[in-house]
């Protein structure tokens, strides 16, 4: 079992930045590829970034490559997501998500544990 606590939301400026963090409980977190998610008022929950249990692979969507990055400290047993040069459609809740299996990272349904999400507002 995993729980997953989302962090650093909150309210930035159109070209400013965040950092969300995802704190884990359980001794298996480096066995965990991890995922962050997000959904917009009145739309789907979309996939943002993953990375590899290792840290080594990463993956991005389209909309918030070059401007996003995801990182992994396992020692901590936190997944974070900083979020440089933000755009009003960024505005949404993002959730952190683990699953076992490294395939799929951009498919929701396949992870296996969610947090309970933190809201993130960009003001333009």
């Known amino acids: 079992q995993v729980q997953l606590v989302e962090s650093g939301g909150g309210l930035a400026q159109s070209g400013g930045s965040l950092r969300l963090s995802c704190a884990a409980s359980?001794?298996?977190?480096?066995?965990?590829?991890m995922g962050w998610f997000r959904q917009a008022p009145g739309k789907e929950r979309n996939f943002v970034a993953a990375i590899s249990w290792g840290g080594g692979t990463t993956y991005y969507a389209d909309s918030v490559k070059g401007r996003f990055t995801i990182s992994r400290d396992n020692a901590k047993n936190t997944v974070y997501l900083q979020m440089n040069s933000l755009k009003s459609e960024d505005t949404a809740v993002y959730y952190c998500?683990?699953?076992?299996?490294?395939?799929?990272?951009?498919?929701?349904?396949?992870?296996?544990?969610w947090g309970q999400g933190t809201q993130v507002t960009v003001s333009s």
């Open positions: 998500a683990a699953k076992r299996v490294s395939r799929s990272v951009g498919d929701g349904s396949s992870y296996d544990y």
């Open positions: 359980g001794r298996t977190f480096n066995r965990y590829t």
